[in-house]
């Protein structure tokens, strides 16, 4: 195929109609990997990919078409999450964040579909579901906060900011130390436990606009990964916000996760797509300048060293090893109908993310290896590739902690089956 997309190299089926959305995402490609580099020094998000995504329709790529959107599924977004981290990984990340909102609006309608929802308060639900889809795909950037500095040893995120209620609406206080676009975003999506629950069942959901009163950035974010994501979270004091603008249903947040297809919300593989992305990308252009540099003495290209030829061929082991456990969550988790039950796909994205991210991070490792001196710098794609490709090992979770819970779920399995209650003989 002579025209095939960026996005194609990792979702190598494409329907039409995937490609159709995919070519949307290529024809940003180039103005995001023009800016990469600048925004990458300065640290800064180009405020200018706001407009360009937003004219390009892609702030509602998995938004259905009912509510004004592309259409896309989670097949759209990882192939359009991988091509944007070809040419800008931060931009790529960004708006990942921006898409997760969409389950906070699609999740909640599949649980009322499902019968999770009683007759009284499906009305507020429904409301708030189809507003975030609607302000999507009419072009509206949400930033996503669900996590905070504060640290749970039983849970991955634990939310300690608060709403109270108040008249005609609600009081929110805290802080959210992770979530792109901060300052960029039209509204932060932020998640809060109403007061007086301490379990997942107080878990809610807020529009919280930019300019509200009360809110304000924290210290800009100087953190060891991609730098140009606007990732500086944000504090809460006395933010009002309308009754109208937020989803306080008790139980709301975990009957929606139900519909979930293994991965929290269901999407957050496609922020390990942003970082293969980066990986490919990574990959290409060292290949690409160790192949057209040669030795001074032989003429022959760098690449085809012995010392060379071993790490470009780990390299490439890395890389695909990072697209076979990628594709392989992809099908678990878009097949109709379904092919493994809900907990084994879980079970096997704890497994894969850190499988994916580690092993990009080895392709990045093995592109600063095989460039010397001469790449060992932040300018060069390498330095950037291996700094970014860090933040994968820690994002969410590191592979360690997704492999034991991987572990106690195998073992504890097991141990049900090895033991059973008998009567005496």
Not at 60 to 87: H, I, K, N, S, W
Not at 103 to 131: M, N, Q, T, Y
Not at 345 to 352: H, I, L
Not at 361 to 377: C, D, E, I, P
């Amino acid at each position: 195929m002579t025209d095939r997309l960026t996005g194609e190299r990792l979702v190598d089926d494409m329907t039409e109609a995937e490609r159709d959305r995919a070519r949307r995402v290529e024809a940003v490609l180039p103005e995001l990997r023009a800016a990469a580099v600048k925004a990458d020094q300065e640290g800064s998000f180009p405020i200018g990919h706001v407009a360009l995504l937003r004219q390009a329709g892609l702030l509602g790529l998995v938004v259905p078409r009912e509510y004004g959107g592309l259409g896309g599924t989670l097949r759209d977004l990882a192939a359009a999450t991988f091509a944007m981290g070809t040419a800008c990984p931060s931009t790529a990340l960004a708006f990942f964040f921006h898409n997760t909102s969409a389950s906070r609006g699609l999740l909640p309608l599949e649980a009322i579909e499902a019968g999770l929802f009683d007759d009284d308060e499906i009305p507020a639900v429904r409301a708030f579901a189809e507003k975030v889809l609607t302000r999507m795909a009419s072009g509206v950037w949400l930033a996503n906060f669900a996590s905070e500095s504060v640290k749970s040893s039983t849970a991955n995120i634990a939310i300690a900011t608060t709403a109270r209620r108040t008249e005609g609406g609600w009081l929110l206080d805290g802080e959210k130390s992770f979530g792109c676009a901060t300052g960029v975003a039209d509204y932060y999506l932020t998640t809060a436990k109403l007061d007086g629950y301490d379990t997942a069942e107080g878990l809610v959901t807020f529009f919280v606009p930019r300019e509200a009163a009360g809110v304000s950035s924290r210290a800009p974010w100087d953190g060891l990964g991609m730098r140009a994501t606007a990732n500086d979270g944000i504090r809460l004091d006395q933010v009002f916000i309308p009754e109208d603008e937020a989803l306080t249903v008790p139980g709301a947040f975990t009957r929606m996760l139900q519909m979930s297809r293994g991965s929290f919300v269901g999407n957050q593989l496609a922020i390990s797509a942003a970082y293969t992305g980066c990986a490919q990308n990574v990959y290409d252009v060292t290949i690409e300048q160790l192949t057209r540099k040669t030795f001074a003495d032989t003429g022959r290209p760098i690449a085809s060293s012995p010392m060379h030829q071993q790490i470009i061929g780990e390299m490439t082991v890395q890389l695909e090893t990072a697209y076979l456990w990628l594709r392989r969550q992809l099908l678990l988790e878009t097949s109709e109908p379904p092919l493994r039950p809900k907990q084994e796909v879980f079970r096997q994205w704890r497994m894969g993310k850190g499988s994916v991210t580690e092993s990009c991070f080895q392709v990045a490792l093995g592109a600063f290896k095989a460039s010397g001196t001469s790449g060992a710098s932040m300018s060069s794609t390498a330095g950037r590739a291996l700094r970014d490709l860090a933040m994968g090992l820690v994002m969410t979770f590191p592979a360690e902690r997704g492999r034991l819970e991987v572990a106690q779920l195998v073992t504890q399995a097991r141990e049900n089956a090895l033991f059973a209650a008998v009567e005496k003989p």
